[in-house]
């Protein structure tokens, strides 16, 4: 299989191809190390001149005034000349994320919807009219706010991307949008979808680039909203700057999600589940499973069960365009280098690692592929020992974003449930249970924006995602999302007699008589 990937990826600036004027960003395909593409990456200065095109675009109202059904005809024409580029989408952004073919070609099959889903409900957005007191008309409506700036990572590129942007648009915002610099080409292609599809230009810029290019952006006077996808220092960071500017913050931050297993549960299902809950995309997700808390009457079979499904895929891990491939790279020397420390440091404690726990090298088991260049590594099991619990580790509490597991085992229900809401995030978790009434009562008392029962990572565009805690404020999906990319505008009417206005509204007349206040 092969595809025309460029040489070089200008930036994308209100419909036209720029040369970038801060120093281009080698793309490395993190399954064998080559860099395969270099990609612009915008100035301070360009961010400026894309954010005053942005607002001037804006102003104009060729979008920002535009029908709502106008809107999402634009947004429903973009859905379908992506879907008809899945396949070509899919393979770049495997070339430069390193994950499967196969799990991106039905990843990006999906990310349609968000664009059909947000124009639905810019189509169908109802105002409001207020019960007031007197002869007062209050009506509602929702406007949007101008020029937002939207940060998205690496680990989907384009999923994040358009969870973002699907309702930003729909809502009648202008857009810039940053990807992350270790894969920022696809999304550069979907804005060449935007503006095939109509979308006027001025409305989306996007500018790759590293923390000058993102700190010009989020720091902008004229941005008024940053939606952020990254980590919690990140986040941090940038939520302090959105503060000091009175900007709308959204933010998808770290997490450390727990997965509970009660002695109930199918234990064939239970495994199946927590391996996909925890080794999609290499365990590079902010909702990955990585704290696998268990029943203690099923801890010694689940393990069991567990290590030979984790021993099955790392027999399958391949190219990653191999369809017989089911685990790709992480994405970068760094991380592979956060993994090794983290997984190091439970070695040194004394930590029993079941399987896995070392990169990946020499001929792939399931294509003979070459892993020396590439950073792979392998699913990997850690639980305590008599030298050290494993919740005292560091990697119990880290994020390591790589496909490393931690299990622990419980008695009781209370104590599944204080396992679980030990972390600073919270963004993601998962039950397995037959009991319906304990999934409810556990789901209830987990700290967690998005709890999974005998399932995980499923997602839809209607679903409101985001975390508590250290894991994001805001949430994307949904309503919420597309109403946190518009502000409300109260309009109040007085449609009394005149007569009655003499009466009611002289504050300052001079005999004593009622009159109106507030």
Excluded at 45 to 68: H, M, N, R, Y
Excluded at 73 to 88: G, P, Q
Aim: proline residues 4%.
């Amino acid at each position: 299989m092969s595809y025309a990937i460029k040489d070089s990826y200008p930036l994308f600036v209100a419909g036209k191809d720029v040369t970038g004027k801060a120093e281009s960003i080698p793309i490395e395909n993190p399954a064998t190390g080559e860099i395969v593409a270099q990609c612009h990456a915008a100035s301070a200065e360009q961010v400026d001149e894309a954010v005053k095109i942005g607002q001037k675009t804006f102003e104009e109202g060729v979008w920002s005034k535009q029908a709502p059904a106008d809107r999402a005809a634009v947004l429903s024409e973009i859905a379908r000349l992506f879907t008809a580029k899945v396949k070509d989408l899919a393979l770049l952004e495997t070339l430069q994320t390193g994950r499967p073919l196969r799990e991106m070609t039905t990843q990006l099959g999906r990310l349609g919807e968000w664009f059909l889903y947000f124009g639905a409900l810019a189509r169908t957005e109802e105002g409001s009219c207020q019960p007031v007191r007197g002869n007062l008309l209050n009506f509602v409506k929702r406007e949007p706010l101008g020029v937002v700036a939207l940060i998205s990572s690496f680990n989907h590129p384009l999923l994040i991307s358009i969870k973002k942007l699907a309702p930003a648009l729909a809502a009648g915002n202008s857009v810039v949008l940053k990807p992350s610099e270790l894969a920022p080409l696809t999304v550069l292609e979907l804005g060449k979808i935007c503006q095939a599809a109509g979308l006027p230009d001025g409305v989306l810029s996007i500018l790759p680039g590293g923390v000058t290019t993102g700190s010009a952006l989020v720091s902008h006077s004229l941005v008024k909203k940053v939606d952020l996808t990254g980590g919690t220092a990140t986040g941090r960071a940038i939520g302090s700057v959105v503060g000091q500017g009175l900007k709308s913050y959204t933010a998808e931050l770290g997490g450390k999600a727990p997965i509970l297993v009660f002695s109930d549960v199918d234990l064939s299902l239970a495994v199946n589940g927590v391996a996909f809950a925890s080794f999609i995309a290499s365990g590079q997700t902010c909702v990955a499973g990585t704290r696998i808390i268990i029943h203690s009457s099923i801890f010694s079979s689940f393990v069991k069960a567990l290590t030979e499904k984790c021993a099955s895929i790392e027999r399958r891990i391949g190219s990653p365009l191999s369809k017989d491939s089911m685990m790709g790279p992480l994405i970068s020397a760094r991380q592979l280098g956060v993994v090794e420390a983290l997984v190091g440091d439970a070695k040194d404690k004394g930590a029993q690692i079941l399987c896995g726990g070392q990169r990946m090298t020499g001929a792939s088991p399931v294509d003979a592929a070459n892993l020396d260049n590439g950073y792979f590594y392998p699913p990997t099991l850690i639980t305590g020992s008599e030298a050290v619990k494993a919740t005292d580790l560091r990697i119990w509490k880290e994020e390591a974003f790589g496909p490393v597991l931690v299990l622990v085992p419980f008695e009781t229900e209370e104590e599944a449930i204080a396992l679980a809401n030990d972390s600073e995030y919270g963004l993601g978790a998962g039950i397995w249970t037959r009991n319906g009434a304990q999934a409810i009562r556990v789901a209830d008392r987990l700290d967690a924006g998005i709890i999974w029962t005998n399932t995980h990572h499923r997602n839809d565009p209607s679903s409101p995602w985001g975390g508590f805690k250290s894991s994001g404020v805001g949430r994307e999906n949904g309503h919420e999302a597309y109403h946190s990319y518009t502000q409300s505008k109260s309009v109040i009417m007085n449609y009394g007699t005149e007569e009655e206005n003499r009466v009611l509204d002289d504050w300052f007349r001079e005999e004593d008589r009622e009159v109106r206040y507030g």
